[in-house]
């Protein structure tokens, strides 16, 4: 085990791959030194549960950017983080289904994303099915394809990260938790860990759903919701085979191939909030026989397919279900990088890249962090949804 230095230039607080993209991005600038603390082990919070799609499009600019930037990170992994690591990126590409009601809303925003340079297309419902045969397409009006998108493993990628960030000169310790923030005058001088002082002119909580805990005893409020979200396997009947990550806003629901002959399915929304230390793992009996029929709606082929269970993960929801960026005021040295409410996998391996660059020269050269202040839940400026059919909203263009 590594033992808990007494000083380093940066500390991190959380091993998910928010933290591990950070320590990597600040050890490859030549930062200083920089240490990553995680309370259990690398991934073992919500981003090891993530169905880690990697997909480009979104309403909002900003993270059309980032997702399209960090997905071609994922597909020349090797070449731009180097290493050992494999995030194993799979390019099954991704359908985004609307009906009728929402396809107005679909087609305005892939076309700004288009703009972007995203690799995003429209396609009508028969392209679909020429894409997918298996596909019910009866009461779909318009679809998005990014045939480069598709999905990673979360754990690896993370993983990979931490491993570059080490070799990169980073130092990582697990299996201890980080107690407090210590902040003296108006500025952060450390952190305190399991009775142990580490002092630091620099600390970023990338913390996830337990960020809310360190930053209120600083006065700083931020309510993070713990969002239980069921995911069910299913086993595909034989010749079904691999079909793109499909986002089917028509049912809410989304899926994605998994390993074999596994389909990966959950609903785009759940309003479970529970206790993060201590809630239901598993997936709900009837919540499977419910994921069941929406499926086989979907693709009928799935009638024959065969319930194989399923976990539950949890989305640290804030407020507006976007995360807390940047600088945290009023304290000198103090950061955020939390709250990703359910999409911040694909972001991450470029969100270290912009918050380095904010944490050692104050601003990034192409990102304007501020929409994302903690603030803005005190002030009720609140950041719009920027899913693929939300109404256009003058917020989504920064
Ligand atoms: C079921 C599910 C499906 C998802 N699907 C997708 C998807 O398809 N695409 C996508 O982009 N995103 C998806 N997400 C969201 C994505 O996984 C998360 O946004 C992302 O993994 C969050 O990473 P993080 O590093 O911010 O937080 P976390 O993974 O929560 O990591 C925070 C870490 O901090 C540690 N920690 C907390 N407090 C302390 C402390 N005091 N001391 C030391 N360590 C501490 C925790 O142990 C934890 O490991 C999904 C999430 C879930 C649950």
New binding site residues.
């Given amino acids: 085990m590594v033992d808990v230095p007494r000083t380093a230039d940066f500390v991190i607080?959380?091993?998910?791959?928010?933290?591990?993209s950070l320590a990597y991005h600040l050890a490859r600038k030549k930062a200083g030194r920089v240490l990553l603390?995680?309370?259990?082990f690398?991934?073992?919070?919500?981003?090891?549960?993530?169905?880690?799609?990697?997909r480009r499009f979104y309403a909002m600019d900003f993270f059309t950017r980032t997702a399209s930037a960090a997905a071609e990170v994922f597909r020349h992994w090797k070449d731009v983080v180097g290493g050992d690591g494999n995030p194993g990126f799979q390019q099954v590409g991704m359908l985004v289904l609307a009906g009728p009601d929402k396809a107005d809303h679909l087609r305005h925003n892939a076309l700004q994303a288009q703009k972007l340079g995203a690799g995003v297309t429209l396609i009508s419902p028969a392209d679909v099915k020429a894409l997918v045969p298996a596909a019910n397409v009866d009461d779909v009006a318009l679809s998005s394809y990014e045939a480069e998108s598709g999905?990673a493993d979360?754990s690896s990628t993370?993983n990979a990260l931490v491993n570059r960030a080490r070799e990169l000169g980073a130092t990582v310790v697990q299996y201890?938790?980080?107690?407090a923030i210590r902040t003296a005058g108006g500025k952060v001088v450390g952190v305190r860990?399991e009775g142990a002082d580490v002092d630091a002119p620099v600390v970023i909580t990338?913390?996830?759903?337990?960020?809310d805990?360190?930053l209120r005893a600083l006065g700083i409020e931020v309510s993070i919701k713990p969002e239980r979200?069921q995911?069910c396997f299913f086993r595909r009947p034989g010749g079904f085979g691999v079909h793109p990550a499909v986002a089917d806003t028509v049912q809410m629901t989304y899926m994605r191939p998994e390993h074999g002959d596994l389909t990966i399915h959950?609903k785009l929304s759940y309003d479970e909030i529970v206790d993060p230390d201590s809630y239901n793992e598993s997936v709900d009996p009837d919540q499977i026989v419910k994921n069941a029929e929406l499926i086989a709606h979907r693709f009928p082929v799935m009638e024959h397919g065969l319930a194989m269970g399923g976990y539950?993960?949890?989305?640290?929801a804030t407020p507006d279900h976007h995360p807390v960026l940047g600088a945290i005021p009023p304290y000198a040295g103090l950061f955020a990088?939390?709250g990703?409410?359910?999409?911040?996998?694909?972001?991450?391996p470029v969100i270290g890249d912009i918050l380095s660059d904010v944490i050692l020269h104050g601003r990034s050269k192409d990102y304007d962090l501020s929409p994302f202040r903690w603030t803005r839940f005190r002030e009720n400026d609140l950041v719009p949804s920027a899913r693929w059919t939300a109404e256009p909203h003058p917020k989504h263009r920064f």
């Fill in positions: 607080v959380g091993g998910g791959v928010h933290g591990a603390i995680e309370k259990k690398i991934a073992s919070g919500p981003t090891g549960r993530s169905t880690a799609l990697v999905y979360p993370a201890r938790h980080v107690d860990s990338c913390a996830g759903l337990w960020a805990r360190l979200h995911m959950g539950s993960g949890l989305y640290d990088d939390f990703w409410s359910g999409h911040g996998f694909k972001h991450a």
